[in-house]
C-alpha cells in the first residue's frame, strides 16, 4: 500500500500536538504544585494564628487570676 500523502503531512502536526499536550501536562503540574504548596502555606498560617489564639486565651487566664489575688 502506498501512504497518502496526507499521511506524511500530517504527521509534522501530530508532533506539534504531542509537543503542546505535554506541555499542558507539565503547566497542570506546576499549577498542582502551586496550589499544593499554597495550601501548605495556608495549613502553617492556620496552626500558627491557633497558636496564638491559645496563648492569648492563656494570657487572659493568668490576668484573670492575677485580678482574683488582689481582691
Known amino acids: 500500500m502506498?501512504?497518502?500523502p496526507c499521511n506524511s503531512?500530517?504527521?509534522p502536526?501530530?508532533?506539534?500536538?504531542?509537543e503542546q499536550h505535554q506541555e499542558e501536562e507539565e503547566e497542570m503540574e506546576m499549577e498542582e504544585e502551586?496550589?499544593?504548596?499554597?495550601e501548605g502555606e495556608e495549613m502553617e498560617k492556620e496552626?500558627?494564628?491557633?497558636m496564638e489564639m491559645e496563648e492569648e486565651e492563656e494570657m487572659e487566664k493568668e490576668e484573670e487570676e492575677e485580678m482574683?489575688?488582689?481582691?
Open 34 to 38: 502551586k496550589m499544593e504548596k499554597e
Open 68 to 71: 482574683e489575688e488582689e481582691m
Open 47 to 50: 496552626e500558627e494564628e491557633e
Open 13 to 18: 502536526c501530530n508532533i506539534e500536538e504531542e
Open 2 to 4: 502506498v501512504p497518502e
Open 9 to 11: 503531512h500530517h504527521t
